[in-house]
């Protein structure tokens, strides 16, 4: 069996679950210090071929009775057939330092590591397009797309146990037993000095995510976390198997990259709260609120306010982050399989552009006195979400951003029965992907 040999199976699995399946049964789970076995036997095997094509070509000599002309076409022949057994070979990757498919020793470098799939595992930019093409072809026939998840902040949030400060010792006497995961959401892990707590309503969406998605876990954590992690959410092993991607696994220092991904980028989403982890990929993302359950988690990204943990509190399992994000992530698949043009050329980036765009449709924002910095910013995402943004006033606004309600615009919106609303509608929206109630966004007059 070949890795560069296209073999239907009855079941639909991912190409990286595909490869590490067959790397363990192949090569029966080789570690390095096997690798010279293995390459012992390939040289006998190499060694046996060479022998036997000598031999052929000898005897073709001796049995033939026939002109000089004749012994000359059959060694012609033998000789074109060594000659194809040799170059029939692209070496589409490798382990090790061998070839994945003939087993020969390469020399240098090429393509892409992908040892989160098997160790030693390396691809060559061919092979990696052409496993992209079957696994479009193979998604597409069992309407499913890729879905990358990060994990700190995004599913969970974890916390060192000597971080844990005194308003937070409560949950010591709260953890669930590590016997059965499934059924527990607050974890201690003595083995690594750390404590874990599932973002609500994780194992709906992952559930649920699974029936549209082939999904990866790609976090800037090391992989042993990465693996532990993976354990809690996914104790049975049906979500992500192979497809667990860390730090150690990127190309690129302090950045995710799809080019890692045995997918196609037009039919892959990403879900992470960090936006400038994936710089390459901004156009695939659907950017989270954080989740910091731990104070630990507060003071890392400058928050001067009470951890969840600390006000003894939760998000909501109903209308919390994750809930919002998988009506979104319905819609743009509904939209993807669902839409007349050709399913081939269809781009879940374009897809993810309308949905966002058509949030503030309809709405005319203009902005008074926001801080200098924040205001570019603040226009960008109102605009990606489909408003429209004004400098001056005119009866075609509908909203006023401000945080101050004793400003001439502020005073204008009230007078003129406009929505008058704090910053925090639009960040607010950007989050969940969809208009909030102006009330809840109210300005009040400053001193």
């Known amino acids: 069996m070949s890795f560069a040999t296209d073999s239907p199976s009855p079941l639909h699995s991912s190409s990286s679950d595909d490869f590490a399946t067959f790397l363990d049964s192949a090569l029966d789970a080789n570690s390095p210090s096997d690798q010279d076995d293995f390459q012992n036997q390939d040289d006998d095997d190499n060694a046996q071929s060479v022998s036997r094509i000598k031999r052929r070509k000898v005897e073709s000599i001796e049995e033939t009775e026939a002109s000089t002309s004749e012994v000359t076409v059959k060694q012609n022949l033998v000789v074109a057939e060594e000659s ?7 070496h589409p990757g490798s382990f090790g330092d061998m070839c994945i498919r003939c087993g020969q020793k390469l020399d240098g470098e090429s393509g892409v590591t992908l040892s989160y799939i098997h160790k030693g595992l390396r691809l060559h930019d061919q092979e990696i397009s052409r496993l992209r093409s079957t696994d479009m072809k193979d998604l597409l026939r069992h309407k499913k797309l890729n879905l990358v998840l990060d994990l700190d902040h995004t599913l969970l949030n974890s916390t060192m146990l000597m971080d844990l400060n005194s308003e937070e010792l409560h949950l010591t006497t709260q953890i669930d037993s590590l016997e059965d995961v499934s059924k527990g959401s ?14 609500p309503f994780v194992r709906t969406f992952l559930k649920e995510a699974s029936k549209m998605f082939e999904m990866y876990i790609y976090t800037m954590g090391d992989r042993p976390y990465a693996l ?7 104790p049975g092993g049906e979500y992500f198997n192979s497809k667990v991607i860390s730090r150690d696994d990127g190309t690129q220092k302090h950045q995710k990259g799809l080019d890692v991904l045995l997918g196609q980028e037009s039919a892959v989403l990403i879900l992470d709260d960090t936006e400038n982890a994936w710089m390459k990929h901004k ?18 990204f400058g928050f001067n306010c009470k951890s969840l943990a ?4 939760d998000e909501s399992e109903s209308d919390g982050a994750l809930a919002k994000i998988l009506e979104v992530l319905k819609r743009v698949h509904s939209r993807f399989f669902d839409e007349l043009q050709d399913l081939a050329e269809r781009d879940v980036r374009q897809i993810l552009k309308t949905v966002r765009s058509e949030v503030f449709s309809g709405c005319v924002l203009v ?7 924040a205001l570019p910013a603040l226009r960008k995402m109102a605009e990606q979400m489909g408003a429209i943004c004004l400098t001056e006033l005119d009866p075609s606004v509908t909203h006023v951003v401000a945080t101050d309600a004793g400003t001439e615009k502020s005073r204008w919106a009230v007078k003129e029965q406009k929505f008058l609303v704090h910053p925090r509608w639009i960040e607010a929206a950007n989050y969940f992907w969809e208009k909030q109630p102006e009330e ?3 300005v009040k007059k400053k001193e």
């Not at 156009?283 to 890392?300: G, K, V």
């Open 84 to 90: 194809l057994e040799v170059d029939v070979c692209s």
């Open 186 to 199: 607050l974890f201690k892990l003595h083995h690594i000095h750390m404590m874990t707590k599932l973002r």
């Open 228 to 234: 532990e992690m993976a354990k809690l959410l996914d």
């Open 283 to 300: 156009d695939n993302l659907i950017l989270m609120e954080r989740y910091n359950f731990f104070a630990s988690s507060c003071r890392q």
């Open 310 to 313: 600390e006000l003894r509190s």
């Open 367 to 373: 902005f008074s006195r926001i801080v200098h910095s």
């Open 440 to 442: 809840n966004f109210i």
